[in-house]
């Protein structure tokens, strides 16, 4: 193996002295004071590593996604289909004080009450709801006691 040279020995070579090596010291120099003056690695105590919490901004778009917002998909005229005068609904009506309504298939038991509420005026004690073999969802309303479902189906729904 051939001797290593003086330059490449690894001894660097003279310190500069003009103004542009002092410049570069002080820079150094300034750069270890403070907080900066000791680099200490972060001990990790954990084998997974968690990205940190960041600042997440609330969206401001440019411009609105919708023209205008839509319409309510199921208000109350669109719950209640038709009410339903069949032998078996009328028996319901005068037995169980109960009336019979045709209703949207989406409508669940809260939306349902509330549009008998909105549409006739009526309180419900409970919504029994099934799907018929057609696809059509059926909703029986029991009425509240001193409520008459017959008085109901006569003057406001004239199905009677």
């Given amino acids: 193996m ?4 003086a330059k490449s020995s690894g001894k660097k070579g003279p310190k500069p002295t003009n103004a542009a090596g002092k410049k570069a010291r002080d820079a150094a120099k300034a750069t270890l004071k403070g907080v900066n003056s000791q680099k200490v690695r972060k001990i990790r105590k954990s084998t997974s590593f968690h990205q940190p919490k960041t600042l997440k901004l609330s969206r401001s778009p440019r411009y609105p996604r919708k023209s205008i917002p839509h319409e309510p998909r199921l208000d109350e005229h669109k719950i209640i289909i ?4 069949t032998e078996s609904a009328m028996k319901k009506i005068e037995e169980n004080n109960t009336l019979v309504f045709v209703v949207d298939v989406k409508a669940n038991k809260q939306q349902i009450k509330m549009a008998l509420k ?5 309180d419900t004690v409970k919504i029994n709801t ?9 909703a029986f309303a029991r009425l509240t006691p001193d409520v008459d479902a ?6 406001k729904l004239a199905i009677v």
């Avoid at 051939?2 to 040279?5: F, L, S």
């Avoid at 909105?118 to 009526?122: F, N, S």
């Avoid at 017959?150 to 003057?155: E, K």
Wanted: no cysteine; charged share 35%; hydrophobic share 35%.
């Fill in 2 to 5: 051939a001797p290593k040279d």
């Fill in 118 to 122: 909105k549409l006739y005026d009526v």
């Fill in 130 to 138: 099934l799907i018929r073999p057609d696809g059509r969802k059926k």
């Fill in 150 to 155: 017959l008085d109901i189906a006569a003057t």
């Fill in 82 to 85: 038709h009410p339903l005068n």
